[in-house]
Nanobody, 130 residues
């Protein structure tokens, strides 16, 4: 059973910062690639960032590159998403995601649930206001 629990969402100010957390078990943390997606109202779920445990390389979607940073804490079995320079368009539900696929394959595998099953947290709401 893969359990992913997000926290840290809430209200953020335009230009400000928020940090999200995704807590999981030790087995999941060491066996799965864990990343973040987001879904804004009326829009599809889209990839945000992923940290590959295999080579510790991070991949980011273009809208967040340079502003968001994904990191991993193996002592706490937690993946973080530090969001800086918040924009109004960052408003969304942010979901933690896990898959055995690595790197660039992670996004496609989570989007299509193929060739391997993906796992999702319940999400945490981030609302950016002016």
């Amino acid at each position: 059973q893969v359990s992913l629990v997000e926290s840290g969402g809430g209200l953020g100010k335009l230009g400000g910062s928020l940090t999200l957390s995704c807590a999981t078990s030790g087995r999941t943390f060491s066996s799965y690639t864990i990343g973040w997606f987001r879904q804004a109202p009326g829009n599809e779920r889209v990839f945000v960032a992923v940290s590959d445990w295999n080579d510790n390389v991070a991949h980011y979607a273009d809208p967040v590159r340079g502003r968001f940073t994904i990191s991993r804490d193996s002592a706490k079995n937690t993946v973080y998403l530090k969001m800086n320079t918040l924009k109004l368009e960052d408003t969304a539900v942010y979901l933690c995601a896990a898959n055995v696929q690595h790197g660039p394959n992670f996004e496609a595998a989570m989007t299509y649930n193929y060739p391997t099953r993906g796992y999702w947290g319940r999400g945490t709401q981030v609302t950016v206001s002016a």
